[in-house]
Nanobody
């Protein structure tokens, strides 16, 4: 079992930046592939970014490539999402997710592939 807590959300103007953090506790963080997802009002939860537990495999959804950066610090049991050049369409509740994997280089983009979820943090981008 692993517990995930997101932080760092807030209100920002278009073009601004935020850094989200996801703190994990409970089990060996480094054995978990991690991901960020988001859900806007009236829409389904969608994939944003994912990182393998070794950090060597990273995926992004096309709409955030070049603007968002996912990273992790296994020594601190924390994953990050640096979000730059934010747009109003980035407004959503952002969730971090984790899944146990024995593969150093595996990362996952589907919501069904993750076993653990945080409670979410609101990101609002004003125009």
């Amino acid at each position: 079992q692993v517990q995930l807590v997101e932080s760092g959300g807030g209100l920002v103007q278009a073009g601004g930046s935020l850094r989200l953090s996801c703190a994990a506790s409970g089990r060996t963080f480094s054995r978990y592939a991690m991901g960020w997802f988001r859900q806007a009002p009236g829409k389904e939860r969608e994939f944003v970014a994912a990182i393998s537990w070794g950090g060597g495999t990273i995926y992004y959804t096309d709409s955030v490539k070049g603007r968002f950066t996912i990273s992790r610090d296994n020594a601190k049991n924390t994953m990050y999402l640096q979000m730059n050049s934010l747009k109003p369409e980035d407004t959503a509740v952002y969730y971090c997710a984790a899944t146990l994997t024995y593969s150093l280089n595996s990362a996952y983009t589907g919501t069904y592939e993750y076993s653990y979820w945080g409670q979410g943090t609101q990101v609002t981008v004003s125009s």
